[in-house]
């Protein structure tokens, strides 16, 4: 790789670097190792590299900057091909920011690094991350549980959409003084851990009643990604968040906990894919008693409400499924294959087993139907 002295360089910190002595040949080994791969370089004098060269790759100096400053120590071929291998390896980025802007995103090093090494650009992760706009419909268990991480991982943006107080079953979910907070909307308290964190994500609350088009339409039109929280949601909702977003082409991503199970997905991206309705359809039709569960789906359909006391379950499972939720949202931002497209994710939590399921397109569904995509209903 070319070289230019106005470059700024800063070595990656996840990066680990060790110098072995030099063998019977007089030959010296630097290792760079980090949890992905681990490189070995053989040559002569390579601990003046580790002492000299390598402490001046912290961003701060211009590769000419650093050349005066080791002056006759190291000849400029020497360091030429020092740096060029570094760059090469992508074990060095060019570093463009003030050194005050990275300190205040410390908390997301770990995760950025993890990208490098999966082979994306930081600054490419990061702008994607923070250019992603999400919502999140239902903030009580898992809803929650993805909020907070897609705020942990640098995502710009997520409008938290819930009308319903906490209840003293979220307090598990909910830190804090959670006695002062009971009857309180559960997106204020969402809002309130996602700034604890202090983090680059903003966050608009949103609790106004979600039982018609002309309310949600609004909250799907600018973002990414939606998520709903099953769990946390009226099947009505859930429902019509369905129909509206493949009528605005906006990806879905449902998942909630129930009993000693949990699932994530389908994704409903494609317009030739499974709808989470195809879903419902078929999981209704295998059950055991299809009528009954079928005349169940309706009535809580009806109530336009959450029933959370329907819904017994583990806090552990709507952790695992909020995190997972979060994780394929990453993942799609980043455009990283996803583990929910067209598959349910079935989590098994007295198993502890974690299952993908391909979920069928159902022919005929009212809401992914050619008929009713293309208003010819």
Not at 178 to 188: E, S
């Amino acid at each position: 790789m070319k070289l230019n002295d106005s470059q700024r360089l800063r070595l990656l910190e996840h990066v680990v670097i060790n110098v072995m002595p030099a063998d019977c040949s007089g030959e010296e080994s630097m290792i760079f190792n980090t949890t992905r791969r681990t490189l070995r370089v053989q040559g002569q004098s390579l601990h003046n590299v580790e002492k000299i060269v390598l402490p001046l790759l912290d961003g701060s100096r211009t590769i000419g900057e650093i050349r005066d400053a080791i002056g006759e120590q190291l000849t400029d071929s020497s360091l030429n091909q020092c740096l060029e291998f570094l760059m090469d390896n992508r074990l060095v980025e060019e570093s463009l920011e003030n050194p005050d802007d990275l300190d205040s995103r410390a908390y997301l090093l770990p995760q950025i690094s993890l990208y490098h090494e999966l082979g994306f650009n930081q600054k490419d992760a990061r702008k994607h991350l923070a250019n992603a706009r999400i919502a999140v419909f239902g903030l009580g268990g898992s809803g929650l549980i993805a909020a907070i991480n897609l705020a942990t991982a640098g995502i710009g943006f997520v409008r938290l959409c819930d009308d319903a107080s906490i209840l003293p079953s979220d307090s598990l979910m909910m830190s804090g003084s959670v006695l002062n907070k009971i009857g309180a909307f559960r997106g204020v308290e969402a809002a309130r851990q996602i700034e604890a964190i202090g983090g680059v994500t903003q966050t608009e609350i949103v609790t106004d009643n979600l039982n018609d088009d002309a309310t949600i339409n609004p909250l799907l039109a600018d973002v990414d990604l939606v998520i709903v929280a099953t769990d946390a949601v009226s099947v009505n909702l859930a429902y019509r968040l369905n129909r509206l977003c493949l009528k605005m082409q906006r990806p879905l991503l449902p998942g909630g906990a129930a009993g000693i199970e949990g699932n994530v997905g389908p994704l409903i991206f494609a317009k030739d894919g499974p709808c989470y309705l195809c879903y419902r359809m078929r999981s209704m039709a295998c059950a055991k008693f299809p009528e009954v569960e079928l005349a169940v789906e309706q009535l809580l359909n009806r109530e336009r409400r959450s029933q959370p006391r329907l819904r017994e379950n583990l806090p552990i499972g709507q952790m695992l499924v909020g995190s997972y939720l979060a994780l394929d949202a990453v993942k799609m931002m980043l455009g990283l294959p996803i583990a929910t497209d067209g598959k349910l994710l079935h989590i098994d939590l007295l198993g502890t087993k974690l299952t993908h399921n391909v979920v069928l397109k159902k022919p005929g569904c009212p809401h992914c139907s050619v008929k009713q995509v293309t208003g010819d209903r």
